[in-house]
């Protein structure tokens, strides 16, 4: 099955620093994305990539940015966290035939 | 406006009973279909997932209704185990090129043994 390893699984981050949560997958999948999800709530998305060193903006970007060196790596950075971005994080990377596999999650809370 | 919307928040079936979980889209470009179940403090995994092409899929006690024409669909689930207790999440994608996905705010299903 598809593998989709994140890291920090948990965090806890102060008003204003910086954070940068990493996801890297062995699947060799062009397409990476960003989700978050709120209690009660279904997913997000927040950025995307289909190549290396490209990165697309999804459907709530504002306050995020997302970096892909490699095809296996791809990051999302808080430059200036905030209260609101207080939420549960998950990286995915989608097989040829359209089925996506989420990694277990990041825990961000912010303080 | 949401994209895709599901109901109802919450459903609460017996062991063996059949349960019924709605959804519906606006945008009729979207053109697959996945559901997902998440367990709590765990990612969603995929269950089943429908084309437009096709108004049934099946996959064990699991299936998938759609109406395109209505811009509705629902998952069903027959003889209900404990065990499908879950939040599962309807949602959509358009065409096969980004495959980013659009998610309801899911249906949480308890089932009662």
């Known amino acids: 099955e598809a593998a989709v390893t994140q890291s920090p699984r948990s965090k806890v981050a102060v008003t204003g620093g910086k954070v940068t949560l990493s996801c890297h997958q062995t699947n060799n999948h062009d397409y990476m994305y960003w989700y978050r999800q709120d209690t009660g709530h279904g997913l997000r998305l927040i950025h995307y990539?289909?190549?290396?060193?490209?990165?697309e903006k999804g459907d709530i970007p504002d306050g995020y940015k997302a970096s892909r060196p490699s095809q296996e790596n791809f990051s999302l950075i808080l430059e200036l966290a905030s209260l609101s971005q207080t939420a549960v994080y998950f990286c995915a990377s989608r097989t040829e035939n359209t089925e996506v596999f989420f990694g277990k999650g990041t825990r961000l809370t912010v303080v | 406006q949401q994209q895709v919307r599901q109901s109802p928040q919450s459903l609460t079936v017996w062991e063996g009973e059949t349960a019924i979980l709605n959804c519906s889209y606006e945008d009729s470009t979207f053109d697959y279909f996945p559901w997902y179940w998440q367990f709590p403090r765990e990612s969603p995994a995929l269950l089943i997932a429908i084309r437009p092409v096709s108004n049934k899929k099946e996959d064990g006690r699991f299936t998938i209704f759609f109406n395109k024409r209505e811009k509705k669909l629902s998952l069903h689930i027959t003889d209900s185990q404990p065990g499908d207790s879950a939040t599962y999440f309807c949602?959509?994608?358009?065409?096969?090129?980004?495959?980013?996905?659009?998610f309801g705010d899911g249906t949480v299903l308890t089932v009662k043994p």
């Open positions: 990539s289909y190549v290396a060193d490209s990165t």
């Open positions: 949602a959509a994608s358009m065409g096969t090129n980004t495959g980013k996905l659009t």
